[in-house]
């Protein structure tokens, strides 16, 4: 992948990576360029084309739709089928991008990573008796109970969002 300055945090990819990601041929990415209007959105500087990944699947999502949208003006099934295709490729598009950007992730990670979470849970919990009875052994009344109490559910609340990378809530 080509990371270029020329948006913020847009990545620049070559044609083959294009395709990849639209899941096109490279033919097909320069008739995008050449015989659509408007065109699928990139960069030449010399003999060099790259392509906006993000701006490119948005555009990619808007052409295939528009055919989508052609195509099912009829109510064969056939024009149906070809419009659901066309609108499938488009979230597929949007899809491989999230992918390419590392913004997603698998159901089998995200369970990993919540039965990692649920297993420190239970063991701050199963713990929490034998490491917190000095703290309550000898206090007065209630109230200084229920601060002790508040101290130690923060302390490993704290614990917790630092070993997973955990947001901390405001109460």
Known sequence: MVKGSKASDEVWVTRKEMGR????????????????????????????????????????????????????TG?????ISVGRLKAAQAGLAELELAREKEITVTIEEAGTRMNRIAEAFVEALTSLPGKSAPDFVGLADEITAQVALDQMTKKVRSELVELYGLEEKDD
Do not use: M
């Open 75 to 79: 109510s064969t099934k056939t024009s």
């Open 21 to 72: 990601l639209l899941g096109v041929t490279g033919v097909s990415i320069d008739n995008y360029r050449e015989k659509i209007a408007p065109p699928i959105p990139h960069d030449k500087s010399g003999t060099n084309t790259t392509y906006p990944s993000s701006a490119c699947v948005k555009w990619f999502v808007n052409y295939q739709l528009e055919l989508a949208a052609k195509r099912d």
